[in-house]
């Protein structure tokens, strides 16, 4: 088994091994992982964090050795707090990392950090004062920075940057935590997941206080939520269908 880490910025992980592959997620700086198959250009990889697995450039990555993967996998998460921040290379160069990129291997990296950070788990109020720093992202399929980010991406940051795992996929962060019955048993901080036709799951919001929900839907926005499903007041009709309640925390 080799491993590698996340030396950029955000980089993007494909279905297949083809650069006009579907992107279905991203790695953000200091991530790391595991290499589970290594072709000429690509790699395939599992996310140490969440577990997902998708193909890597290459070019894209930095091998380390066993012993600093089991050391990053057992140190005390530290993440970077705001919405861009920069790392100073050993060249002095600047490197821009987004909100929620890891900080724990700086020092592997050779890099210098002296911004702000968060670490270990935070009240389950913080949940929406993070969601609300990605206001207005735009939506982008697999993204998970204020650039573009999809609905479960928005989720998964939102509550990694408050020391809570989620998985990567609505689908899948669906399968966490317990179900509630009713919507007035909702908190500010749980997660409210909706279904298509077919009764699958495939968007995730997070609720507010008085029947309002953050999530991605063009962008990140608030919108009401009923027993129906989101309510959007722009185009006056329901976006998505209720299917559960999940408290998480």
Known sequence: MQ????????????????????????????????????RAQWSRI????????????????????????????????????DLFDFVTDHNGHLITIPIGASLNATGLLNHHFEGHSVSGEKPKMEIVKTALLYLNSPYAWGGKSPLGIDCSGL????????????????ADQAKQGEPLSFIEESEAGDLAFFDDKEGIIDHVGIMMNDNY???????????????????NAELKRHTHQLRVIKKII
């Open 46 to 81: 599992r996310v140490a964090f969440d577990n997902f697995e998708a193909w890597i450039s290459n070019k894209q990555l930095l091998k380390i050795p066993e012993e600093t993967y089991f050391q990053l996998d057992h140190a005390t998460p530290k993440y970077s707090a």
């Open 155 to 170: 989720t998964q940051m939102v509550y990694k940057l408050n020391g809570y795992q989620l998985n990567r996929n609505s």
């Open 213 to 231: 929900i953050i999530h991605v839907d063009g962008k990140v926005r608030i919108d009401r939520i009923d027993h129906s499903g989101i309510f």
């Open 3 to 38: 491993y590698g880490i996340c030396p950029l910025s955000i980089v993007p992980l494909r279905e297949t091994t083809s650069n006009n592959s579907e992107m279905v997620s991203q790695v953000l700086y200091g991530e790391h992982f595991k290499i589970l198959e290594e």
